[in-house]
T-cell receptor, first 116, second 111 residues
């Protein structure tokens, strides 16, 4: 039972390069998320997708784009990487609670990105 | 933006002792969740408490919620070295679409 799978686990980029982080979940969840985690700042939401075909900005969307390819997959793209985007990126998914609220988040193991 | 803030930032205890972490938030919530993160790993869900609940238990975990004070606490009883991790509270920012995490409490349980 894989849960949430992220690739790659590690990546080093030069400033200005582009890359895509891939995320897939096998729990048939509607909602998927991309967070970044920086030391002492907890997790900050970059983008989320409440359902297939929809995406919305979170707290820190600048410099990123996302694609909800299908119900399983949600990718995060850095078009022109900057050193400020050095971080650990987490993908997560969730199913619904009764009453329409979002249930628990299931996280991937993270993608550690360094931008030189 | 609404954000949970955990307190203390770091906590060091001996194995067998109880560990208490607190979370404060700013606006009304629908539910609050606690997560654990082991070093270098993803977050793992521990417990969810709804806004109309005051206390919830799961094994050695006890969570309380005081909506009048906009605060929650996580108690880990009889701690073990394996409980060493960072603990985060997360509150839902709007109608269940996403969660906002605090900076976390780093717990060290010494053998």
């Amino acid at each position: 039972n894989a849960g949430v799978t992220q690739t790659p686990k590690f990546q080093v980029l030069k400033t200005g390069q582009s890359m895509t982080l891939q995320c897939a979940q096998d729990m048939n969840h509607n909602s998927m998320y991309w967070y970044r985690q920086d030391p002492g700042m907890g997790l900050r939401l970059i983008y989320y997708s409440a359902s297939e075909g929809t995406t919305d900005k979170g707290e820190v969307p600048n410099g990123y784009n996302v694609s909800r390819l299908n119900k399983r997959e949600f990718s995060l793209r850095l078009e022109s990487a900057a050193p400020s985007q050095t971080s650990v990126y987490f993908c997560a998914s969730s199913g619904p609670l009764a009453g329409g609220y979002t249930g628990e988040l299931f996280f991937g193991e993270g993608s550690r990105l360094t931008v030189l | 933006s609404q954000q949970g803030e955990e307190d203390p930032q770091a906590l060091s205890i001996q194995e067998g002792e109880n560990a208490t972490m607190n979370c404060s938030y700013k606006t009304s919530i629908n539910n609050l969740q606690w997560y654990r993160q082991n070093s270098g790993r993803g977050l793992v869900h521990l417990i969810l408490i709804r806004s109309n609940e005051r206390e919830k238990h799961s094994g050695r975990l006890r969570v309380t919620l005081d909506t009048s004070k906009k605060s929650s606490s996580l108690l880990i009883t009889a701690s073990r070295a394996a409980d060493t991790a960072s603990y985060f509270c997360a509150t839902d920012a709007d109608y269940g679409q996403n969660f906002v995490f605090g900076p976390g409490t780093r717990l060290s349980v010494l053998p």
